[in-house]
C-alpha cells in the first residue's frame, strides 16, 4: 500500500517540479524574452511569479527526494 502511495506522490511531485522549472524565466530569457521582451519593456518583468515558482519548485524537489527515499527504503 505505501509502495503504490509513495509511486503515485512521486510521478506528481516529477510533474510538478518539470511544470515549475519550464514556467519559471531563466537568466538569459532565450526564446520566451525574444517574444515577450516588448511586453516586460511596457508591463516590468514579474518578479514575484518567478520568486513563487522558485520556492514552489524548491518543495517539489524536496518532496520529490523524500519520495525517493521513502521507495529506496522500502523496495531495497
Given amino acids: ?4 502511495l509513495s509511486t503515485v506522490l512521486h510521478v506528481i511531485f ?5 511544470v515549475t522549472v519550464l514556467l ?3 537568466r538569459s ?4 524574452g525574444a517574444i515577450a521582451g516588448g511586453a516586460e519593456t511596457f508591463f ?3 518578479k514575484g511569479m518567478d520568486e513563487f515558482l ?3 519548485a524548491a518543495g517539489f524537489a524536496i518532496a520529490f527526494l523524500v519520495t525517493s ?3 529506496t ?3 531495497g
Avoid: D, Q, T, Y
Fill in 1 to 4: 500500500m505505501i509502495e503504490v
Fill in 14 to 18: 516529477s510533474l510538478g517540479l518539470i
Fill in 24 to 26: 519559471m524565466s531563466g
Fill in 29 to 32: 530569457a532565450g526564446l520566451s
Fill in 44 to 46: 516590468g518583468k514579474r
Fill in 54 to 56: 522558485g520556492k514552489l
Fill in 69 to 71: 527515499l521513502v521507495m
Fill in 73 to 75: 527504503f522500502f523496495r
